[in-house]
């Protein structure tokens, strides 16, 4: 196996590689806008550390979000090319819940709320429970204002950016900042794990109930352009 992960929904534009066992090179280039340009050279600088090309990966994972609409497009866009590219399963995986696993892998124990930088004024948020085997997602992730979120949730402590732009909201801040490509990775691999056996034509199409999240945006919101109505002028033959 080498899994490759993806994600950019938050600041960090990020790529992981796992090899069945362990996480075994990422790269992150912190940038809130430039994720095309950053995107390509983090996937080879990746592969070039371990000696890796296109061809020897065998699974491609991508964080869905939620995250702003144009940097999102650009993560899972990728993953579908190179997927398709190279002919190996793409999957999507909620990208808040590596920012818990990562939390979880640091040996974070209890409730959390993790909340990512939304723009507007705005975060991201999901509550979870960081169980001794796993983080599992208490709650749907929502877009709202820091300080409309519910009191109990912003009592928690909360990874991800949201305690660092919204101290008085979210004043229980705790790492992770952004997702992390190689958590990511790592959450992939053990759901992997979690599935029942299947023939390689299964893996082709994987059912939201085994783990995975399908490869359909999150992005909780309309996105700052949308095509303008069609004017009773532009209608006239």
């Given at each position: 196996?080498l899994?490759l992960?993806?994600?950019t929904s938050?600041?960090?534009?990020?790529?992981g590689?796992?090899?069945?066992?362990?996480?075994?090179?990422?790269?992150?280039?912190l940038?809130?806008?430039a994720?095309?340009?950053?995107l390509?050279?983090?996937?080879g600088?990746?592969?070039?550390?371990?000696?890796?090309?296109?061809?020897?990966?065998t699974?491609?994972?991508?964080g869905?979000?939620?995250?702003p609409?144009?940097g999102?497009?650009?993560g899972?866009?990728?993953?579908?090319?190179?997927?398709?590219?190279t002919?190996?399963?793409?999957?999507g995986?909620?990208?808040?819940d590596a920012?818990?696993h990562?939390?979880?892998?640091?040996g974070?124990?209890?409730?959390?709320?993790?909340?990512t930088?939304?723009?507007?004024?705005?975060?991201y948020?999901?509550?979870?429970?960081?169980?001794?085997?796993r983080?599992?997602?208490?709650?749907?992730p929502?877009?709202?204002?820091?300080?409309e979120l519910?009191?109990?949730?912003?009592?928690?402590?909360?990874?991800?950016?949201?305690p660092?732009?919204y101290?008085?909201?979210l004043p229980h801040?705790l790492?992770?900042?952004?997702?992390?490509g190689?958590?990511?990775?790592?959450?992939a691999?053990?759901r992997?794990?979690?599935?029942?056996?299947?023939?390689?034509?299964e893996?082709?199409h994987?059912?939201?109930?085994h783990?995975?999240?399908?490869l359909?945006?999150?992005?909780?919101?309309r996105?700052?352009?949308?095509?303008a109505p069609?004017?009773?002028?532009?209608?006239?033959?």
């Amino acid at each position: 196996m080498l899994l490759l992960a993806i994600d950019t929904s938050t600041t960090a534009i990020t790529v992981g590689l796992h090899d069945g066992t362990s996480v075994v090179a990422e790269a992150t280039t912190l940038d809130a806008r430039a994720h095309a340009e950053h995107l390509a050279p983090g996937i080879g600088r990746a592969l070039a550390e371990v000696g890796a090309a296109p061809g020897d990966v065998t699974d491609v994972v991508v964080g869905i979000g939620p995250g702003p609409f144009t940097g999102l497009r650009v993560g899972i866009v990728t993953a579908r090319t190179f997927a398709f590219a190279t002919g190996v399963p793409v999957r999507g995986l909620t990208s808040l819940d590596a920012i818990a696993h990562e939390a979880w892998l640091a040996g974070q124990r209890g409730d959390l709320l993790v909340a990512t930088d939304a723009r507007r004024k705005e975060v991201y948020a999901a509550a979870y429970v960081l169980g001794d085997e796993r983080a599992q997602r208490a709650s749907d992730p929502v877009v709202s204002r820091a300080a409309e979120l519910p009191e109990e949730l912003r009592a928690l402590p909360t990874a991800g950016r949201g305690p660092a732009l919204y101290a008085d909201a979210l004043p229980h801040a705790l790492p992770p900042l952004d997702v992390s490509g190689g958590a990511l990775a790592d959450l992939a691999v053990r759901r992997l794990g979690e599935r029942p056996c299947a023939g390689d034509g299964e893996l082709q199409h994987v059912d939201p109930g085994h783990g995975f999240d399908g490869l359909e945006p999150l992005y909780l919101r309309r996105p700052d352009v949308s095509p303008a109505p069609t004017s009773a002028k532009s209608t006239l033959g």
